[in-house]
């Protein structure tokens, strides 16, 4: 009964590949986050979504582009993998965009390139 | 724009001690503060969280943390830390009209030391 749940857990992949992460979350909440961590554990906010619109897009490269197929879902899918993108990948989720709702988070994909 | 400085980085504790993280904040207006912790290879799990009314505000897991307008701090306590609690507790500031974007310190590693 997993509340937000990200696959794959690990992602070990050669640079030049696309690869995509998928997110599902439980809580029927209506918004949802992707967050990359680096290797200094440095938290930064890349997407979100609520109710499938986007809605924040930080400076990210095209390279990666979020999809959302229904309210449940966040999908993160990176063209031509670069050794810069090694990183733990958190998806979370909350009920609204008002910063009162507290944002639930997965376990993370650890995506590493080669 | 907002911002969060966790000004230690590691912190070590023997067991029954009591802890204190510190966390300083920018930010215009008042604050939608938070405390996260992570576990080795897990995802973020909330703490506690202020947005307004009672200063000092209590968590799960035996936490409290203290909200000090005139110091821009919003710093975690416990009386007795126990083994368990050793992880990365990251300090997060969110704000009105942010899309409930939050931005996180840079975290602070606590040991424990039996």
């Known amino acids: 009964d997993t509340a937000v749940s990200q696959t794959p857990k690990y992602l070990v992949t050669q640079m030049g590949n696309d690869k995509s992460i998928k997110c599902e979350q439980n809580l029927g909440h209506d918004t949802m986050y992707w967050y990359k961590q680096d290797s200094k554990k440095f938290l930064k906010i890349m997407f979100s979504y609520n109710n499938k619109e986007l809605i924040i897009n930080e400076t990210v490269p095209n390279r990666f582009s979020p999809k959302s197929p229904d309210k449940a879902h966040l999908n993160l899918h990176i063209n031509s993998l670069e050794l810069g993108d090694s990183a733990v990948y958190f998806c979370a989720s909350s009920q609204g965009q008002n910063p009162n709702q507290p944002q639930h988070f997965g376990d993370g994909t650890r995506l590493s390139i080669l | 724009a907002q911002s969060v400085t966790q000004p230690d980085i590691h912190i070590t504790v023997s067991e029954g001690a009591s802890l204190e993280l510190r966390c300083n904040y920018s930010?215009?207006?008042?604050?939608?503060l938070f405390w996260y912790v992570q576990s080795p290879g897990q995802g973020l799990q909330l703490l506690l969280k202020?947005?307004?009314?009672?200063?000092l505000v209590q968590g799960i897991k035996g936490f409290e943390a203290e909200f000090k307008r005139s110091q821009s701090s919003f710093n975690l306590r416990k009386p007795s830390v126990h083994w368990s609690d050793a992880a990365e507790y990251f300090c997060?500031?969110?704000?009105?009209?942010?899309?409930?974007?939050?931005?996180f310190g840079t975290g602070t590693q606590l040991k424990v030391e039996l």
């Open positions: 997060a500031v969110g704000f009105t009209g942010g899309g409930n974007k939050l931005t």
């Open positions: 930010y215009g207006a008042t604050p939608y």
């Open positions: 202020y947005f307004s009314g009672d200063t």
